[in-house]
């Protein structure tokens, strides 16, 4: 799951899992958090399966960063801003006009060069998993998936300001528009589909996951749609563009998570698996 903006963005998103090289050293960034002795990490709130109510995917990998580096964790949760821009600056560079961050590193950022080209003060690095959008559906409502004409003359749940949204609303001149059902979150669609109040959800495969865990009930399916990228995108985490030493720690240590198994755990523990960029 994304934050509404940075799941819209996401359609859009070039897939390529890029870590950007820059030539100044910075290591007295790194002195000062070895010195504070705790690893300040930014993470969504109301998020979940990855953060929410201090507890996630992203909240563990978070903990799971800093007993890497020998530290103590500082978790900043915060509310996605306008768009990912507000929230790399807010989180990463600069700080929140109220006086909130910036964190040593912000997770779940998409790993595209289009957003790193558009903010020249922070690296985007160590992607550790690939979203990706599935339908999900009762098989009592539909028996059988073949393609978007079975979801004719069915409701259909989507969140708002979403990439599932967007593409359900605008496939095929908008011919689904009157059965689509928005919802302020992808999990309260998802409880309504399990409620029989609707037929089937579009949402992120993780959220998806995290609720029904396989459900034999609840099968989930790949949708092809027009402006769906099928591939998926990576995520990945973000810091300042000088934390040369923090961004070598910061993926040395995913490295080293995703060899352990210790990461593949970590998505296991909420019901999801983690895909590989």
């Known amino acids: 799951m994304f934050p509404k903006h940075l799941r819209a ?19 007295a960034d790194w002195s000062k958090i070895q010195q504070s002795g705790t690893l300040k990490v930014a993470v969504y709130n109301e998020f979940a399966p990855f953060s929410d109510r201090g507890a996630g995917i992203d909240v563990d990998l978070a903990q799971a960063l800093a007993g890497k580096l020998g530290l103590k964790l500082n978790l900043l949760p915060f509310p996605a801003g306008e768009n990912l821009n507000d929230d790399l600056r807010n989180m ?21 060069p289009q957003l790193m080209n558009e903010n020249g003060k922070v690296q985007i690095l160590a992607p550790y998993h690939v979203e990706t959008v599935r339908l999900v559906r009762s098989a009592r409502a539909i028996p059988a998936y073949a393609g978007l004409d079975s979801l004719d003359g069915k409701k259909i749940g989507v969140e708002k300001v979403s990439i599932a949204a967007m593409v359900m609303l605008g496939e095929g001149n908008g011919r689904f528009r009157d059965n689509v059902r928005i919802f302020d979150t992808a999990a309260e669609a998802l409880e309504q589909l399990k409620a029989g109040a609707i037929d089937a959800v579009l949402a992120n495969r993780s959220e998806i996951e995290a609720v029904f865990k396989s459900d034999p009930a609840y099968p989930l399916s790949e949708a092809t749609f027009q402006r769906l990228p099928r591939a998926g995108w990576a995520v990945g985490m973000a810091v300042r563009k000088d934390d040369v030493e923090v961004a070598k720690l ?24 983690v895909v590989r960029p």
């Open 9 to 27: 963005a996401g359609a859009a998103c070039s897939l390529a899992a890029v870590l950007l090289c820059v030539a100044s050293p910075a290591r």
């Open 92 to 112: 990463v560079w600069k700080g929140h006009y109220l006086g909130y961050g910036p964190a040593d590193v912000m997770l779940h950022v998409p790993v595209e």
């Open 250 to 273: 910061l993926q040395a240590a995913v490295n080293s998570l995703r060899d352990s198994g210790e990461l593949q755990a970590i998505f296991n523990k909420y019901g999801v698996n």
